[in-house]
């Protein structure tokens, strides 16, 4: 049965029990850790198809909640049990493992470039290849989170992410539709800028 989230709404908290695992449908989940001076660090992003809240010695190690209207179905995980029981399911968490560990280890690449444009040309890479859209020749990426967000997975400020995106409008490499709306206008100068050529 789907579990209807609002924008905001949690779907676990760090350290609570992880009997079940979710399947992203629709919209955009946010995995979150706080700092223990309070600063919240951005994990990741669950898109739909995802599989989030993998257990950690049976506890979920991040927070998550929507960062849209989201809808979500429960799979009950024992990661202890018999993968015999339920087949499908072990190798749909296994999958999802090692899509994170993946995920993880780009999210190391990406805070590891040294400049701030070089790490929001990755980010705006990631979704070009997970959320982005056919728009006659060009792409569109619909940003479902804030800037905020993005500084908080990046580990850059809310106003280096604006100049950055600046900095790509002006060299005609993306256009703004709206806050939320980017149309990438050379998909290859973007990702050559992501990897510092």
Known sequence: ???????????????????????????????????????????????????????????????????????????????????????????????????????LQDHFLMLGRRLASEKVAAFLCLLLDRIGEAVGTYRMIRLPMNRSDIADYLGLTPETISRSITQFREAKIVALEDAHTMIVLDVSRLRDMAEGS
């Open 1 to 103: 049965m789907p579990r209807r989230l609002g924008e905001g709404q949690h779907l676990f908290f760090e350290s609570d029990p992880a009997r079940f695992v979710y399947e992203v449908v629709s919209g955009v989940v946010r995995l979150t850790r706080l700092h223990k001076d309070g600063r919240r660090q951005v994990i990741a992003f669950g898109f739909p198809g995802d599989l989030v809240g993998l257990p950690s010695n049976g506890r979920h190690s991040t927070e998550c909640d929507a960062v849209t209207a989201a809808e979500v179905v429960a799979h009950r995980c024992d990661p202890l049990g018999r993968p015999d029981r339920d087949p499908s399911l072990h190798s749909v968490v296994m999958a999802a493992a090692l899509d994170e560990i993946s995920m």
